[in-house]
């Protein structure tokens, strides 16, 4: 409904302004119906999205009433009473009622949020208006009141015009530092900034006496009012007002912004020396006074906010240091409450709430939920009733290794919760690592227990000794034996104090043993030394075990993702390369896991070869695998992308099968992020943006952002597109290339994306195979055509053509996909002979019997098979005799260059004699010149298709194209 209201909206004021520009006559109503419709938009899209503050958006409505209402005034002044003096009421208004409101809406909607509200901010905001405010008095207030011809009061508005707007500006550059990036932000700034240029350029004109309404005053008008409702329709404009987690990069102040800002002075300086005399000598020194005030209250309120800081981390220290020595979840709660009090201002009222899981409560995660804040009125009744009294919570998962252990809470009032953020976030962290100590040595206890008590069943597995005065064993346990060897009993026993020992077994291997000793020389049953020693020597292996554990890769044997991460961070100008293999999945859904395995084990070995011996060589997890460089430079690091590359061409010999496994790589260096975490995300991006490239490698550069924003987009509203339906077919017509007449269509899926358009099939078929939505993607194709193929049936019964539909190879895995086809056809009443599904090389791959007996089952029905771009995947001339199939479809890229290599023309004309000695059909894809299409035919190719005859058609001109074609194919125009 809103945007529907809005579309509605931005037509109609799109029209009034249309036609105010063209039709002056009408100009009051159209002017009269936008000011309406605007007011009217601000008021439904308060109600509509029901931001958490109204006021600002009541105040910014206000200011354009108000804004109308002066302009209005000015029309009756000038064009009613013929008038061009000033000041007048109108003067007053604007000044009166118009800025005051704007100012103070903008102000309140700049401080709604979680925003950064220091005293930094605060003089940054001041330095940017004093620049301001000093260009406008040069340019602007000078000039008006060194006129002779104005008189007091009219100087008096000049002055005041320019004042306001610096005001205007500055409550805007606080907005563009605080306020959340958004569309509803972009449209108040347009609309203040038009708003702003228009007030300067009607106090430019009134100064050269050209001040009545028109021209680029009111166009800037008709913006501001515009923008200013679109602004309060759109849903971003409730997110304005929402408390939110802030990270690092939008508190730090723009520096470039405020060097500008504080070289106004010295610019003006040297612009009026340029000129001449310099006129505005004291203003100029006035205002470098103050811009450097400014900046040494900033280096002050720098300096003060490092104290904070440090205070913090001392804060954060001894929190941990506590924490080292908690040894329940009881203690670690009350650290994390003392520290979390220690952390905020003193006297400021909080709640601190650590909620451990217990049993099922959380469990591992893919993507662990990350800080936020939360609406305390959100939370279930029974914990809400804990945080009574505040309005928000910072909610902080206690996670380690995708493991969510817990979370912490801490109520407050926003501006503490907005300075709480990074501390709690460590704290969390560190809390999450104690109370998985405490699991871990509970688990180790609980072992160590039911040993115990197992060996007591077993006749003491513990060494038990007995020492007497002389230092002789008066007594040992059976299992003593093991570890001193037979003959205990009477032999001098040396002094061992209670603690770690490390003892020598007869046997020669050394025993790791914990030794405790009590004094019972009083007890006349005892009479001496009583030594229980324990053998830790598995406790202690499970434990460096456990420790290798969480830095190696158990497949590989490199380093994990953990230990990767930690040497990143350290690291020295370093260049990270992040190598994937292409197709893996594919190699390991149709060779199996083994195979995969030992792929992945054999990649890396050799990866581990090619890289200088300094560099750091991970497994990051799946096929992923990474590569740090410290010292690295440009051309050194790109050189190594290319000889992996290079190394890489030779295929493996894994499970008895060859196997090629292709790498593509991602590399970023720190000169391009300022830490691991930004390092190894561009490196990602870069990997995405490689595959599918010649190279292989890219470099990250800012543009792939955006490229990746993009991909990250298309899969969140993939899930949405099937279900409403917004996937399209093309049919592209496949032609006898001997007869020229239409033989079949093969339906290619095209997304109707609302925003974007319509994306082909390259940008989403991927995507789709990431999340696991390429098997109902494929299921909605294959029914569609089938629709389709019966509509082509019943208009052309005498000659109908075939329907080809690509089938993934996850779709044809598919539980029962043999079954719906033949479904899909029974229910369309479509013969199986008019469908042809296209199967790709890789999915022949190894001796599956299931496909084979998929394959067979669908030709058995009568559904023809074909092999899709037959030659650039695993081509194998072995399956082609152990595969039923119907036909082979040529590669575009045979056909491209078979006119111009000799070469490439023979092994065409190979494939041709090969089918046709096999009885199968060949289909030659990407025909785009008459040339290809007479050396194809005369191959005795049998059919083609490309853009030669037509691209793909949607249904309706694909009817047409058949209704036009009448017989033989003419290349398409």
């Known amino acids: 409904m809103t945007r529907r209201v809005t579309w509605a909206y931005a037509l109609c004021a799109l029209i009034l302004a249309v036609s105010y520009i063209l039709f002056p006559a009408a100009g009051l109503v159209c002017f009269a119906g936008l000011v309406v419709s605007t007011l009217a938009a601000m008021l439904y899209g308060i109600r509509a999205h029901r931001p958490r503050r109204k006021v600002p958006w009541l105040l910014w409505a206000g200011g354009s009433l108000v804004l109308a209402i002066g302009t209005a005034a000015a029309v009756v002044q000038t064009d009613v009473l013929h008038s061009t003096a000033w000041p007048t009421i109108v003067d007053g208004i604007s000044l009166g009622g118009t800025f005051p409101l704007l100012l103070l809406a903008l102000l309140l909607l700049s401080r709604s949020g979680a925003a950064n509200r220091d005293w930094a901010t605060v003089i940054d905001s001041a330095i940017f208006t004093a620049g301001a405010g000093l260009l406008a ?72 006496g050209d001040w009545d309404l028109g021209s680029f005053v009111d166009v800037g008008w008709i913006v501001f009012f515009a923008a200013g409702g679109l602004a309060a329709l759109h849903p971003s404009m409730a997110q304005l007002s929402e408390p939110r987690v802030i990270g690092s990069t939008q508190v730090k102040p723009r520096r470039a912004v405020l060097g500008v800002a504080s070289l106004v002075a010295p ?47 001392r804060a954060l220290r001894k929190a941990c240091e506590a924490l080292l020595s908690a040894t329940e979840v009881a203690a670690v709660e009350a650290v994390v409450r003392r520290a979390v009090g220690s952390l905020l201002r003193p006297g400021t009222a909080h709640r601190t709430v650590l909620r451990v899981a217990t049993g099922q409560a959380f469990f591992a995660q893919a993507s662990p939920p990350a800080m936020s804040m939360r609406y305390v009125s959100s939370l279930t009744p029974g914990f809400a009733r804990e945080l009574d009294g505040f309005e928000l919570a910072l909610y902080c998962p206690l996670t380690i290794g995708g493991l969510q252990l817990g979370e912490l809470w801490v109520a407050a009032d926003e501006r503490a919760l907005v300075t709480l953020q990074e501390s709690a976030r460590v704290l969390a962290g560190q809390a999450a690592s104690m109370l998985d100590h405490i699991a871990l040595n509970r688990e180790i206890t609980k072992r160590d227990a039911e040993a115990y008590f197992r060996t007591l069943v077993l006749n003491a597995a513990d060494v038990i000794l007995i020492i007497g005065a002389d230092d002789r064993v008066t007594y040992a346990s059976p299992s003593a034996a093991p570890l001193f060897g037979p003959g205990v ?230 899930d949405q597109a099937l279900a409403t339906d917004a996937f399209v077919l093309h049919y592209q017509p496949i032609v006898d290339l001997a007869t020229g007449r239409p033989h079949g269509f093969e339906a290619l899926v095209r997304w109707q994306h609302p925003a974007l358009g319509l994306v082909p099939p390259l940008e989403f078929i991927e995507i789709a195979e990431e999340c696991g939505l390429i098997v109902p993607l494929g299921d909605w194709v294959l029914h569609h055509a089938i629709a389709a193929a019966v509509g082509f049936r019943t208009l052309y019964p005498a000659d109908a053509p075939t329907m080809s539909v690509n089938v993934s190879v996850r779709q044809f895995r598919s539980p029962g996909f043999v079954q719906r086809v033949l479904t899909e056809l029974t229910q369309a009443a479509l013969p199986c002979g008019a469908l042809t599904l296209e199967i790709t090389e890789s999915l022949l791959l190894g001796d599956d019997e299931h496909i084979h007996a998929d394959l067979a089952a669908l030709r058995d029905a009568g559904v023809r098979v074909s092999i899709d771009d037959f030659g650039t995947g695993y081509s194998s001339l072995s399956y082609l005799h152990r595969v039923a199939v119907d036909a082979l479809k040529l590669d575009k890229s045979f056909v491209d260059t078979i006119g111009t290599s000799r070469r490439q023309y023979d092994l065409v004309r190979g494939i041709v004699q090969l089918a046709r000695t096999l009885d199968l059909e060949v289909v030659a894809e990407g025909i785009e010149t008459d040339a290809h299409r007479q050396r194809l035919a005369d191959l005795h190719c049998g059919y083609g298709q490309g853009y030669l005859f037509t691209r793909p058609l949607p249904y309706d001109q694909a009817v047409a194209w058949l209704e036009t074609t009448a017989g033989e194919v003419s290349p398409a125009a």
């Open 267 to 313: 610019g003006i300086l040297f612009a009026e020396a340029l000129r001449g005399p310099v006129h505005n000598g004291v203003v100029i020194a006035t205002g470098s006074a103050v811009l450097v005030t400014l900046s040494l209250s900033r280096g002050g309120v720098a300096a003060r906010s490092v104290g904070h800081t440090l205070a913090r981390e």
């Open 489 to 718: 009993v009477g032999r001098k026993f040396p002094q061992l104090n209670p603690g770690l020992h490390a003892l020598g077994r007869p046997d020669g291997t050394t025993a790791e043993v914990e030794v405790s000793v009590r004094d019972l020389t009083a007890e006349p049953t005892v009479a001496g030394r009583v030594l229980t020693i324990h053998d830790v020597t598995e406790r202690r292996r499970l434990e460096r075990e456990l420790l290798d554990r969480a830095y190696l890769d158990p497949l590989t044997g490199l380093g994990n993702r953990l230990r990767f991460q930690d040497s990143a961070q350290t690291a020295v100008g370093a260049a990270v390369l992040i190598v994937d293999i292409d197709g893996f999945r594919t190699i390991n859904d149709t060779m199996g896991q083994e195979v995969g395995d030992q792929l992945l084990r054999a990649f890396g070995a050799r990866l581990a070869d090619v890289c200088p011996a300094s560099a750091v060589i991970a497994r990051l997890g799946g096929d992923e695998f990474g590569v740090l460089i410290s010292h690295a430079d440009v051309a050194g690091v790109e050189d190594l992308a290319q000889r992996i590359i290079a190394e890489f061409r030779p295929p493996f010999l894994v499970g008895g099968s060859v196997v090629s496994a292709v790498p593509n790589i991602g590399v970023a260096m720190t000169s391009d992020a300022p830490d691991a975490a930004k390092l190894l995300g561009e490196a990602d991006v870069a990997l995405n943006s490689a595959k599918g490239t010649p190279e292989r490698w890219r470099r990250y550069e800012s543009a792939m952002h955006a490229q990746a924003v993009r991909r990250m987009r298309l899969r969140t509203d993939l």
């Open 137 to 208: 008095w040069v340019f602007l207030i000078d000039p008006g009141l060194s006129d002779p011809s104005l008189n007091a009061a009219q100087k008096a508005i000049s002055i005041a015009y320019p004042l306001c707007d610096v005001m205007l500006l500055a409550v805007m550059a606080r907005m563009v530092l605080e306020a959340r990036r958004s569309w509803s932000v972009a449209l108040l700034l347009t609309s203040g900034a038009v708003l702003l240029v228009s007030d300067v350029v009607f106090s430019l004109r009134r100064l050269n």
